[in-house]
């Protein structure tokens, strides 16, 4: 029974030293990732002030701009849009797949908080709220630009990002029902 209980101590004391460094990391990781969201929060509203206002900038600040994008970390909307040559898509496919790829991993996220321990439902809350803070802007942007239809001298309203989607369309009317759902 002692060789036993020395075996537990051991192991416990063996526990405690690895919770401890754990924790360490924890707290080290946590300070770097204010400056990474600092980072990408000053990049999301640079690289999206001229879209959202409808800016003409220089060329040399929008030169910059497209040099902050490789920050983005996640854009779906960039990815299914380069999947043209494969498949060919529309706006509204983009807006669909953003928005679905975000709830699949809040779902994901949200089945790992249930059915884990305690320290592991940290863990996924910490990589919601991070994924939330950078998906967040890519989708808001492609959501609010699936709102913006402009009328022509014709009469009929098209999509300002995608002028081949005509506003009065079924699909057009159940996307944008979609869009302002997942505002």
């Known amino acids: 029974a002692i060789p036993l209980l020395v075996a537990g ?10 919770r401890a460094k754990l924790d360490k990391l924890a707290r080290g990781l946590a300070k770097r990732t204010i400056k990474v969201r600092i980072l990408l929060g000053f990049e999301q509203i640079v690289t999206r002030l001229a879209a959202s206002y409808d800016l003409v900038l220089p060329s040399a ?41 975000a709830l699949a991993v809040f779902a994901v996220l949200g089945l790992g908080y249930l059915w884990t321990a305690e320290g592991a439902q940290t863990a996924c809350l910490n990589v919601a709220l991070f994924f939330s803070f950078v998906i967040y802007p890519s989708i808001t942007s492609t959501l609010f630009f699936a709102l913006g239809c402009k009328k022509y001298e014709d009469g009929a ?14 699909s057009y009317l159940k996307m944008r029902a979609w869009a302002l759902s997942m505002i």
Do not use: M, P
């Not at 101590?9 to 690895?18: M, N, Y």
């Not at 060919?88 to 496919?93: E, N, V």
């Not at 309203?157 to 079924?170: F, M």
């Open 157 to 170: 309203s098209y999509l300002v990002v995608d002028a081949s989607i005509n506003c009065s369309d079924t």
């Open 9 to 18: 101590g051991g192991l416990a004391l063996w526990w405690l030293q690895k």
């Open 61 to 101: 600040v929008a030169q910059f701009y497209r040099a902050l994008s490789f920050l983005e970390v996640i854009d779906i909307g960039a990815f299914v849009g380069s999947a043209g040559c494969v498949h060919t898509t529309s706006f509204i496919d983009t807006v669909y797949v953003q928005t679905l790829f």
